[in-house]
T-cell receptor
Framework: DGGITQSPKYLFRKEGQNVTLSCEQNLNHDAMYWYRQDPGQGLRLIYYSQIVNDFQKGDIAEGYSVSREKKESFPLTVTSAQKNPTAFYLC??????????????FGPGTRLTVT | EDQVTQSPEALRLQEGESSSLNCSYTVSGLRGLFWYRQDPGKGPEFLFTLYSAGEEKEKERLKATLTKKESFLHITAPKPEDSATYLCAVQAGYSGGGADGLTFGKGTHLIIQP
C-alpha cells in the first residue's frame, strides 16, 4: 500500500535536546512538506522540498532544520533553539509541477512533548 | 498575506440534520482550495480540490462548492461517523517554486449526535 509513514507516534524530550522526526513516503511524490499543529490553531508550514537536495523555509522555520537526500525521505530536526517545540507534527507529500495545484497527502503525525 | 477563516468553530447536529460549513479566503491568486477531514490524533484526510469559482464536487454525503471569496462544505443527512474536524486550505498563485505549502484555516469541529 502506498502512503506516508511518520515515526515515532509519540516522542518525549528534555528541554535543550535536539530531536529528529522521521517521514517516509512511497507515493513517488516529488514534493514533501512539514507542518506544525497546535491546539486551536491551523496547520502552519515549517519547511518544504520540491526535489531532492533542495528545500525552502515555510512560515515558521526558525529553530528547525531539514534534509532531503532521498526522494522518499524528509526528516525534520527540532533544535534547542525552537522556543515552543511541544506540538503535533505532520508530514505531507504531493506531486509537483509549475502549472498544477496538487492535493497533499498527510502522514499520521508525531506528537512531540518537551519538558 | 493569505488568510483562511472557517466558521463556525464548532457545530453540533442531530443525525440527519443537514448543514453547511463556511470557508472564507483572501489569497493572491487562487491556485487551489482544499478540504480535509481530521479525526482526533490523526493526520488530515484529503476530501476535495476546487480550482475555480462555480466548481462543485461531491462525495457521499459531502458536497463542496467554490465562489471567488468563499467555499462551502455541505453535509446532507449526516451520520455520527461524519463527526470530525473539517479543515479548509488554499494554495496561492504560482510563486516560481512550482510546489508551495498550503495556508490552513483553524477548522470546524463537527459533532453528529445519534
Amino acid at each position: 500500500d502506498g502512503g506516508i509513514t511518520q515515526s515515532p507516534k509519540y516522542l518525549f524530550r528534555k528541554e535543550g535536546q535536539n530531536v529528529t522526526l522521521s517521514c517516509e513516503q512511497n507515493l513517488n511524490h516529488d514534493a514533501m512538506y512539514w507542518y506544525r499543529q497546535d491546539p486551536g490553531q491551523g496547520l502552519r508550514l515549517i519547511y518544504y522540498s520540491q526535489i531532492v537536495n533542495d528545500f525552502q523555509k515555510g512560515d515558521i522555520a526558525e529553530g528547525y532544520s531539514v534534509s532531503r537526500e532521498k526522494k522518499e525521505s524528509f526528516p525534520l530536526t527540532v533544535t534547542s533553539a525552537q522556543k515552543n517545540p511541544t506540538a503535533f507534527y505532520l508530514c505531507a507529500s504531493s506531486k509537483s509541477g509549475r502549472a498544477g495545484s496538487y492535493e497533499q497527502y498527510f502522514g499520521p503525525g508525531t506528537r512531540l512533548t518537551v519538558t | 498575506e493569505d488568510q483562511v477563516t472557517q466558521s463556525p468553530e464548532a457545530l453540533r447536529l442531530q443525525e440527519g440534520e443537514s448543514s453547511s460549513l463556511n470557508c472564507s479566503y483572501t489569497v493572491s491568486g487562487l491556485r487551489g482550495l482544499f478540504w480535509y477531514r481530521q479525526d482526533p490524533g490523526k493526520g488530515p484526510e484529503f476530501l476535495f480540490t476546487l480550482y475555480s469559482a462555480g466548481e462543485e464536487k461531491e462525495k457521499e454525503r459531502l458536497k463542496a462548492t467554490l465562489t471567488k471569496k468563499e467555499s462551502f462544505l455541505h453535509i446532507t443527512a449526516p451520520k455520527p461517523e461524519d463527526s470530525a474536524t473539517y479543515l479548509c486550505a488554499v494554495q496561492a498563485g504560482y510563486s516560481g517554486g512550482g510546489a508551495d505549502g498550503l495556508t490552513f484555516g483553524k477548522g470546524t469541529h463537527l459533532i453528529i449526535q445519534p
